[in-house]
């Protein structure tokens, strides 16, 4: 072999180990910037409440309740009427009154994606080999006007999120989601701020989120409280009775 393509093989070999461990490294600089493996670990359950402001729609009430290993349910109140989206660890399900659709029913792939990885309880970076994901560190970009670090996570079912954490405190402040449907793509971005303490561990208080192409559409929302280690129960993110019967295979795409 020429030498010189030796000398470039071996640059380029550590060039992806240095990649490689540049992103490992963040991973746990990020974990550490919310208040440590251990603490994290240590929250079984945490309910989040607050108000929701957007174009075109009066303030809302929000929810979201996460329980290990990977339980979700999401409420959005808003004129007398309640809609939920929620996973219990297998099957996705929903209830949407404001189009007339007051019963429960199952969640379809495209509602799917997104309930997923919201239920994540400590979300894809945190133990992300064992998840299946692969974390690519991407270098240097900029978020309204400032520096940040761009990681590329890959999920196991092919879905991309791209995170930008603040160079200094190592906490996300943005984002990025690209889920693959049916040939096309759905990009929306989510933006973190006001970060706060609960039982140790940092959390973000204001989210800003919506699709990438569509600022003006975004929805804003502010946390007013957040409790961690509340008493819940399996029971309040299973399906309900009336969809028990229904077999769900059509979400195990979504999930794979």
Avoid at 116 to 125: E, Q, S, T, V
Wanted: hydrophobic residues 35%.
């Amino acid at each position: 072999m020429p030498r010189n393509l030796r000398v470039l093989l071996t640059l380029l070999g550590c060039s992806l180990l240095a990649s490689a461990q540049t992103a490992e490294e963040l991973v746990n600089k990020n974990i550490q910037a919310k208040g440590g493996l251990e603490k994290m670990k240590a929250i079984r359950t945490v309910r989040m409440t607050g108000k929701m402001d957007g174009p075109n729609i009066p303030p809302a009430r929000v929810s979201q309740e996460n329980m290990r290993p990977r339980m979700v349910r999401e409420t959005f109140a808003i004129q007398g009427m309640t809609a939920v989206q929620a996973y219990d660890g297998s099957t996705g399900w929903q209830i949407q009154p404001f189009g007339g659709k007051k019963d429960p029913m199952l969640m379809g792939d495209d509602d799917m994606r997104d309930i997923l990885i919201d239920a994540d309880f400590d979300g894809p970076l945190v133990g992300y080999e064992e998840k299946g994901n692969k974390v690519e560190y991407l270098g240097h970009d900029i978020v309204d006007g400032d520096d940040a670090l761009r990681l590329k996570v890959t999920l196991k079912n092919g879905d991309i999120v791209y995170y930008y954490l603040d160079p200094d405190t190592f906490l996300e402040i943005r984002k990025e989601t690209q889920e693959f449907i049916r040939g096309s793509i759905r990009e929306n971005v989510i933006d973190f701020g006001s970060y706060k303490q609960a039982s140790g561990v940092m959390f973000p208080f204001s989210v800003a989120s919506g699709p990438k192409n569509d600022p003006s559409s975004w929805q804003y929302v502010t946390y007013e409280k957040i409790e961690v280690n509340v008493p819940l129960e399996a029971s309040e993110f299973a399906v309900p009775a009336s969809l028990k019967k229904e077999a769900p295979q059509k979400q195990e795409a979504a999930k794979n």
